[in-house]
């Protein structure tokens, strides 16, 4: 009996103890594992939530290992000691690399630590020209009509091939003339930082897009020459070159057409609105305008009638030293008409006013356009300097019909800008960082607006018949930011702090006058006249603290900022200055609440002041109906805003959704107060306080369904927002609610049968105490379909059609179809296709239109091109 009672105590060893952070915080579900010397497994267990374990093993200590693994922090081995029975282990924090995920089923799908990539092979087919046609497909990504990628609902911040950062904001360029055969790879970065010596050191929450080049395309010139002809007298031609060697990356061409396809598409920089905020600045608008009802709610080619030609040059070169030369250039001219009808109706306690305008525009919106960067990115110093010059000289030449008058229009508007951007940053021996940055930009756009015969005489000259009309408008700027700042790094923790100045002077002066029937000019207005003086300075420091946890990061932001604005204009006797201290904390907090999936929290708090178009006392004449003058204060906008988001990916099955959630609380201490009238629209500042409040609330999703091979994608958004404005000089409130659903579905039906399917529906509502309650509600559904077929081996054909369905209270509904025709034929031994396309079947020449815009209510006619057909030859190299 004692011999079998001892076997269980003998067989039966145990061993105990606890697993804690550095923190000697506890550790739970970690895998600890008893081994062999030789590495065979005895037995395992895993800690408690309060990081206890036990281990019970029929054998004896000597000759085996303990083994400590957890997710987040290094493995941990300890020996087994014969007398000891607690092991207490402390494990340390690590990065951990995680493997790539690959699918077995087509499409592939992997996942490489913060990259996704696509092959883009796997998503592509014949029809399929320009790698714009294949990321559309892509789940997870989506390309909006101007060519603005987001993925997973965030905007992509920036657009690299191979690694280079060829074109900055303007990938247009690339989606729309990179072959989709010569791209290898999409991938898509989340956390991008485009400084070396940044990574790891400072949070980021971008998401950028590099694209690889296929080897076999690597080594030769690339591009295409391609002439069409067609009825009624259109052309289409152009002519690219392009390479993507590792010293060498270039993309060149020459476009010209007449058939609606706007060249100046290819230059929209995407992000531009987040680089002028990060500068702390804007550039100035435009003061004039002719007065256009703007574009029609139809894709460019269905409405523009253009002749225009883009020469683009964009070439970077990767020389000794990591030093890196890039050069953009670009020039664009143009000749754009415009044929249009509308009747405005704006719904006021006081009245009922309406306004009826038939315009011809004729516009050459030319451009011109010089950058060059040099640049060098290593993994201790970085160094950047980009010089950019803009020259657009625009002209408008316009015949007027409104409300039964008619008036010739002439605008010129030239603009010169110049800019230099210097970004220098360096590593101490200590392993701090410190930069030196400075921006100087000056720009003038002088503007002149001549309306014959003059109108309003009886404001403008005394009421009195004249001749003329001009308005003269001239604003001269300056501007520079300069700052330096000093980083630590501690652990996980960042510290970066920033000193500098920043200056802006500017010079409106403007002028109104009347031209008599004897040829002499007077002034139009007694105070038609502006020379404001305006100068601003800035001395600002800012304090950022970065938290780089493993599934926490946090980023907080404390600026504090000097300003002093002066402004004088000596004909109204107006000397003022303003010196305010303004903090703008941020805060945002990033939690990964798994690999694949985060949520977001960002917190702003942040004073603006007004500019020059904030103060100005003479009138301007903005439009032939629109006057605008000010008697307020330099306004303060105050602004408060939180947003959460959420963002959910499952890469091995192609499975995205995100889902964001903001509001924002704008308080102004001034308000815009319109007169109108049957044929004039004045506008002043007055000192009014002025709140506003915005939700917002959107989602999206997309998910490949790998037996169907498709791609479904949805979105919902929300947004809410109490405004107010004076008109009349009556108080309006407004409320006003935009709700909105798209779908779409991209399919590969069968080997030779492609559908590409887009849905999206809007519902607008404007409301108001007063006006008896005015409650407009407006509607707009969109409808496209594509039908992309393989008849023959070489010859493919495309049949698309678009809907277009609006729907507004009290008015009747409008309701269009479009449809569109596509045949094309390869011959492979030359490498040429042949192309036959029809635009517009149905030959509509009319378009009309219904907007909403609170209290007033807009229905335009357009004037658009009618059936267009083109015979295409593309010669492929």
Do not use: C
């Not at 938290?547 to 000097?562: I, R, V």
């Not at 091995?652 to 109108?676: C, D, E, G």
Request: aromatic fraction near 10%.
């Amino acid at each position: 009996m004692l011999i079998m009672m001892s076997m269980p105590a003998t067989a039966q060893l145990r061993i105990s103890g606890t697993v804690k952070d550095k923190q000697q915080k506890p550790v739970s579900s970690a895998n600890i594992t008893l081994k062999t010397i030789e590495g065979n497994i005895l037995t395992y267990t895993s800690s408690d939530v309060s990081g206890r374990y036990t281990l019970n093993f029929p054998t004896k200590k000597t000759g085996t290992r303990l083994e400590i693994t957890s997710l987040g922090f290094a493995k941990e081995s300890i020996d087994i000691i014969e007398e000891r029975q607690v092991y207490d282990v402390t494990l340390s924090e690590s990065s951990i690399a995680l493997p790539t995920v690959k699918i077995k089923n087509r499409p592939t799908l992997k996942v490489s630590g913060d990259t996704l990539n696509y092959k883009v092979s796997d998503f592509s087919d014949k029809q399929d020209r320009v790698l714009g046609d294949v990321l559309k497909k892509m789940p997870g990504i989506e390309m909006a009509a101007n060519g603005k990628i987001s993925y997973n609902g965030k905007p992509i911040s920036n657009f690299t091939i191979d690694g280079d950062n060829l074109l900055d904001d303007k990938y247009n360029i690339a989606t729309k003339s990179i072959p989709q055969g010569a791209v290898d790879k999409v991938q898509v970065v989340q956390n991008d930082q485009p400084v070396k010596m940044l990574r790891n050191k400072t949070n980021s929450d971008d998401v950028a897009i590099n694209i690889t080049i296929k080897d076999e395309a690597k080594l030769k010139l690339m591009g295409e020459l391609s002439l069409g002809a067609g009825v009624p007298g259109k052309f289409d031609e152009n002519a690219s070159g392009m390479m993507f060697k590792k010293k060498y990356k270039g993309i060149n061409y020459l476009k010209a057409n007449n058939i609606g396809k706007d060249p100046a598409e290819d230059l929209i920089s995407h992000n531009f609105s987040d680089y002028m905020s990060r500068l702390t600045k804007s550039k100035p608008d435009p003061f004039l305008s002719s007065g256009a009802a703007g574009v029609p709610d139809l894709p460019q080619n269905r409405y523009l009638f253009n002749q225009a030609a883009l020469l683009n040059t964009n070439n970077l070169f990767n020389l000794k030293n990591d030093l890196q030369l890039k050069t953009n250039i670009y020039y664009v001219r143009d000749r754009q008409l415009r044929d249009y009808s509308k009747t405005t109706d704006i719904t006021l306690p006081t009245g009922n006013i309406r306004y009826t305008e038939d315009q011809h525009n004729v516009a050459h919106p030319d451009q011109l356009h010089v950058q060059a960067t040099l640049n060098v990115n290593k993994d201790k110093f970085y160094m950047k300097n980009t010089f950019v010059a803009d020259y657009n000289p625009s002209r408008f030449q316009v015949a007027l019909n409104t409300n039964g008058a008619k008036l010739d229009q002439q605008l010129k508007q030239q603009m010169l800008d110049i800019s230099n951007e210097f970004d220098y940053m360096n590593t101490l021996k200590s392993g701090n960082i410190y930069t030196l940055y400075s921006y100087v930009n000056a720009i003038n756009r002088p503007e002149n607006l001549d309306i014959s015969p003059g109108i309003n005489e009886d404001i403008l000259n005394s009421g009195l018949p004249y001749q003329t009309l001009t308005q003269h408008v001239q604003m001269p700027s300056f501007f520079t930011n300069n700052y330096g700042t000093f980083k630590n790094v501690f652990g996980k923790f960042t510290q970066s702090l920033k000193a500098g100045f920043n200056f802006q002077a500017q010079n409106l002066s403007s002028s109104l006058t009347a031209m008599q029937t004897n040829q002499a000019e007077n002034p139009a207005l007694s105070n038609g006249t502006n020379d404001l003086d305006w100068n601003k300075k800035g001395v600002f420091a800012e304090g950022t603290y970065e938290y780089l946890g493993e599934k926490l990061k946090a980023t907080l932001n404390l600026p504090l900022t000097l300003q002093h604005i002066a402004y004088s204009d000596v004909q109204y006797k107006m000397d003022e200055q303003l010196t305010k201290l303004l903090f703008n904390p941020r805060l945002s907090l990033k939690y990964q609440t798994s690999i694949e999936n985060y949520l977001l929290l960002a917190l702003n708090r942040k004073t603006e002041l007004g500019d020059i178009d904030d103060v100005y006392r003479g009138a301007i004449l903005r439009n032939y109906r629109s006057l605008f003058a000010n008697n307020a204060p330099i306004s303060e906008r105050n602004i408060s805003s939180a947003a959460l988001s959420f963002n959910y990916r499952k890469a091995i099955s192609m499975f995205f959704f995100s889902v964001q959630a903001s509001y924002t609380q704008v308080n102004l201490n001034t308000i815009s107060s319109s007169i109108l009238s049957s044929n004039l629209q004045q506008r002043i500042v007055l000192p009014f306080e002025n709140n506003t409040d915005v939700y917002n609330l959107s989602g999206s999703i997309s998910k490949y369904l790998i037996p169907f091979r498709t791609t479904i994608s949805g979105g919902l958004n929300y947004a809410y927002n109490t405004s107010n404005q004076i008109q009349n000089n009556e108080l309006l409130p407004f409320t006003t609610t935009n709700s909105g659903l798209k779908l779409g579905i991209q399919s590969k039906l069968t080997a030779l049968l492609n559908l590409d399917y887009k849905l999206n529906y809007n519902n607008y509502s404007n409301k108001t105490a007063v006006n008896n309650g005015l409650n407009n509600n407006f509607n707009k559904l969109n409808q496209q379909l594509e039908l992309s077929a393989t008849l023959f081996n070489s010859v493919y054909t495309t049949l698309s059609g678009e809907h277009m369905l609006s729907r507004q209270s009290g008015q009747e509904n409008l309701s269009y179809l479009f449809a569109d025709l596509k045949f094309r034929y390869t011959v492979a031994k030359i490498h040429t296709d042949f192309g036959f396309n029809i635009t517009n079947l149905a030959n509509i020449k009319t378009y009309s239109a219904n907007t909403q815009s609170i209290n007033s209510f807009t229905s335009a006619t357009y004037n658009i091109p009618g059936r267009i057909a083109l015979l295409k030859a593309t010669f492929n190299y």
